[in-house]
């Protein structure tokens, strides 16, 4: 520890004494229309050309670079389809060197035009910035379909990943586009108002308005537009209706002028569409929900729904806004979301738990569940530079949900295939309501001297939510041949307010670093009640059971300061901090009978970046950092849950705090010469007191808390804080051009090792995953009458449990993907897309290939081809399902979704485009 903590002073203070020097600052428009040019490249070169320093303009069009300790200097700039600007400058012996105007490429503009189809993209930092030009699609394509051909994407439902990293945000010229979700975008914009996508790592919102780069990212997709496609209208509507009385109607409609943008959003549909997308049928296919202990972390998506299993019916409306005030000072951006589901959820699932020795537990289950819903939600963005020293930034956002469940579960334990133990079959009718108010707001001052500020943020949670649910419950015994009945009320209401305070006070050391200081205060209040009361079946009278009912309040005070250091000079970027955390976590038990658990948890939290650029197209970075995480009331709440008899779960109110390691590193290169990438990613993480899990299968009749019965074969979980939780991920891609075929080639691979511990029987289980996931894709790049993308990836799965050898297990699954589309004739088009999914290793059951066929067959009306007609045939081959497997850390769960069924539909689609209509920056 104490090398740790010399290093960390070392890099605080190897450069504390070099003297301040001062920051030369200036701003890149275009000459034409006075627009800034974000992403511009700036070079300071001597008399001799060597460069000497190299920066590229923000996404305000403004950029800044040390003092060259010359008496002159000279100032190069470049941007994609600009003539370069060269210019000598005496060094001033002020900071700003003013604005600089660059002229549009004439004559030859369409020459680059012509090169840009062969010239990929470039790295810049830490952006990776990719020419749309690059990568052709067929005529109305969206923004998804043009991403999902560049290197190192993967997509998913609404997941995004690139370059093995889940995608947090996408932006539309650097704004936000229906908050933080990254589908809209990619589904509602099209292809041709885009000129490039940028993939980079956005700083955080403090980072943002004080300078400081104190190392925390998130992955981000940034959507820039072509500036004359920034005036006018755009979108589509469409509506359709097919065999089953199946149906799909929506559209999306964008007015954009300049900074002043609107957008529009509607669907409704009974064909498992669940968010904003004319085309994309694929959430019809099915999936499957992640399973096991541990937790999740970050908050979700503020617009659309989480993809869900079964089938939806989905009504849906959204609208969203960006607007530029005081003289483009202010941008106030916000979006409202409203959506209306039926769900039906028909699934079949199995289990082996994994047990000491050779003893083997078998556990089937049988599910059918309605579940209605409808949420609001409002988000609002803030961002106001009131003056040179003066900045805020305010994010409030409402959420109301309110929804109604039916749930008809059949289970039953099994020593093996043949011989039952008990049986469960169960109703339960319930209906939820629940309400949020969340705001983040942040205020930096500037000082005089450049670097030196200070800044305040402030964030509060408050949430509320309230639950009724009615369970009605037969229970079959088959060893003793008894059967009993349970007729249940749960009545539950949570209460939550979280505050976090933090301030921040950062100064410059030398013209190339900075120092932060920080205090944070946090707490987080919650208040649960669940009142649970049942009768006997031949009684009326309801009677509450005090061994089930359970009031609770819940205190996490956290107070922390830390000290952190950023450089920033050339080719290399770093940033470290080390805080100090002091958190107390202080719970009382109201009901049955008072019981306070309260402890103190003392860390010091490290952190550290490094990044460098090694060339001009290869970047690294290399990140650690440690992080805690406390359990949450439902994990401390030491109440019974019992609304599957057979499989009963409760809280455990002596966890600790979690404590995780997390190391990673990542390489990037893209030869814009040759259009060759190249991307790895490596990582992995440590956790001590990982909260996992404990199971305990009852071997007997046995009562939990000498009141709850559990049946011989029945299930208790609980949390449990468990030690040797590790993981291992790697991920990387190569793609290049295949001149001959006009298309781009790519390879990839990733692989995943974890050891995630569980109790069972009070025996400490290690399931240890390996998983190998090769894949190849190839995209087209022919043109708009003809494209196509294929891929395939596989994933081969070595499973090893430290307590039974006899569960160890391989299984391969393999996900293929063809997407054709060909525009023949005449404006006749047919467009299909073919999914492959390929299990093997499962079991006799579930081993099989399925194949899921889609096919269009449409015509675009002349002469503008605005109007479509076109006949869709979902599941052509009649084969559509969905098979999932989970692996905890005691059981291996092999399940059967029920999906959509084919169908063929008649649709009208109108391509809305109108643009050049006076747009302005």
Do not use: C
């Not at 059971?545 to 956290?558: A, M, P």
């Amino acid at each position: 520890m104490n090398k740790i903590v010399l290093f960390i002073f070392i890099l605080f203070f190897v450069h504390g004494n070099l003297k301040s020097q001062s920051i030369l600052r200036g701003i890149v428009e275009n000459k034409e229309t006075s627009e800034t040019l974000p992403g511009a490249y700036v070079f300071v070169k001597n008399s001799a050309g060597d460069t000497l320093a190299n920066t590229f303009t923000d996404e305000k069009g403004q950029f800044q670079f040390a003092k060259p300790k010359l008496p002159s200097f000279i100032l190069t700039i470049s941007f994609i389809g600009f003539e370069a600007f060269e210019k000598a400058i005496a060094t001033p012996s002020g900071s700003d060197l003013g604005t600089f105007e660059m002229v549009e490429e004439g004559s030859l503009l369409e020459t680059y035009e012509v090169e840009a189809a062969t010239m990929t993209g470039e790295m810049k930092g830490d952006t990776l910035s990719l020419n749309a030009n690059a990568f052709k699609t067929r005529s109305q394509a969206s923004a998804g379909e043009l991403i999902r051909k560049m290197p190192g994407v993967v997509m998913q439902g609404n997941t995004i990943e690139v370059q093995g990293e889940t995608v947090g945000q996408v932006l539309v010229d650097g704004e936000p586009f229906f908050g933080d979700d990254p589908a809209m975008a990619m589904q509602n914009l099209p292809v041709e108002i885009i000129d490039r996508i940028e993939f980079l790592d956005q700083i955080s919102v403090q980072a943002q308005l004080t300078g400081f780069d104190d190392g925390e990212t998130i992955k981000t997709i940034n959507i820039i537009t072509k500036k004359e496609k920034r005036g006018g209208e755009f979108g589509r509507m469409f509506a359709g209706y097919g065999t089953d009385d199946n149906y799909l109607v929506g559209g999306s409609v964008n007015f954009f002028n300049g900074a002043q943008r609107l957008t529009f959003l509607g669907l409704s549909n009974n064909i498992n569409q669940q968010n904003f997308s004319a085309d994309d049928l694929t959430g019809a296919f099915g999936s499957g929900e992640q399973r096991g202990g541990g937790r999740r972390r970050g908050e979700s998506n503020p617009l659309t729904t989480g993809e869900r299993p079964g089938v939806t019916n989905t009504n849906a409306i959204g609208i969203n806004f960006t607007d530029k005030f005081d003289e483009g000072k202010a941008k106030l951006t916000g979006s409202y979301f409203f959506n209306e589901s039926t769900n039906y959820l028909n699934r079949n699932s199995s289990r082996e738990y994994i047990l000491s020795s050779d003893s083997l537990q078998l556990y089937d289950e049988g599910r059918n569940d309605e579940n209605y819903n409808q949420n609001h939600r409002l988000d609002l963005r803030l961002d106001y530079d009131i003056s040179e020293k003066h900045a805020i930034i305010w994010r409030p956002r409402l959420r109301y949900e309110k929804g109604t469940s039916i749930s008809r579960l059949s289970a039953e334990n099994l020593f093996n295939s043949n011989t039952p133990i008990n049986e469960t079959q169960n109703n339960t009718n319930s209906k939820n309501e629940s309400f949020s108010f969340l705001s983040d707001f942040i205020y930096r001052y500037k000082f005089n001297k450049k670097g030196r500020t200070l800044s305040t943020q402030f964030d509060t949670r408050l949430s509320e939510s309230q639950s009724d649910a009615r369970l009605v419950s037969v229970n079959r015994d088959f060893q003793s041949s008894n059967t009993d009945s349970l007729i249940q009320n749960s009545l539950n209401n949570a209460n939550s307010f979280n505050y976090e305070f933090e301030i921040e006070y950062t100064e410059p050391i030398g013209e190339n670093s900075q120092l932060r200081l920080e205090y944070e205060l946090g707490n987080d209040l919650g208040t649960t009640n669940r009142e649970v009361s049942q009768r006997e079946m031949e009684s009326q009278l309801f009677e509450v059971d005090s061994t089930l009912t359970n009031k609770f309040e819940n205190s996490y005070l956290q107070h922390e300061v830390g000290l952190g250091y950023s450089y920033n000079k050339d080719k290399i970027r770093i940033y470290s901090s080390f805080d100090y955390q002091v958190s107390i976590l202080d719970s009382d038990r109201l009901f049955p009978g008072f019981q306070n658990t309260n402890r103190t948890f003392k860390n010091f939290v490290p952190r550290m970046v490094f990044m460098y650029d090694l060339n001009e197209n290869t970047n690294i970075r290399l990140y650690y950092r440690g992080d805690t995480d406390a359990p949450s009331v439902s994990q401390l709440q030491d109440v019974i849950d019992n609304s599957n008899p057979i499989q009963i779960s409760m809280g455990n109110p002596d966890l600790e705090q979690e404590y995780e390691h997390r190391l990673y590193t990542r390489i990037r290169n893209v030869d814009p010469e040759t259009s060759k990438s190249f991307f790895m990613y490596m990582g992995g993480s440590v956790r001590s007191n990982y909260l996992g899990n404990a199971t305990y299968i009852a071997s007997q009749d046995t009562l939990i808390q000498g009141d709850v019965l559990l049946r011989q074969g029945g299930q208790l979980s609980r949390p449990e804080n468990l030690d040797k939780y590790w993981d291992l991920r790697s991920y990387f891609s190569f793609g290049f051009p295949l001149n001959f075929m006009k298309s781009n080639l790519e390879l990839s691979g990733r692989v995943n090792y974890s050891n995630q511990p569980g109790l069972i029987n009070g025996q400490t289980n290690y399931n240890k995953n390996l998983g190998i996931g090769p894949g190849v894709g190839v995209s087209s790049n022919l043109g708009e009458d003809i494209d196509f993308n294929i891929s395939t990836r596989g994933n081969y799965n070595i499973v090893r449990s430290s307590l039974q050898e006899n569960q160890n297990n391989n299984y391969y699954t393999q996900s293929t993907r063809l997407d054709l589309y060909w525009n023949f004739a005449w404006g006749f088009f047919l467009s299909t897309n073919v999914n492959n999914q390929w299990y093997t290793g499962l079991g006799e059951e579930f081993d099989q290939s399925v194949w899921l066929m889609n096919a269009d067959l449409g015509y675009r009306f002349p002469p503008n081809q605005k109007f479509e007609l076109k006949v869709t045939v979902f599941d052509l081959l009649n084969q559509n399902t969905s098979i999932n497997r989970n692996v905890t850390d005691v059981y291996i769960e092999n399940e059967r979704t029920q999906v959509l069924q084919q169908f063929f539909m008649l649709s009208l689609t109108y391509n809305l485009r109108s643009f050049g209509q006076g747009a302005r920056p």
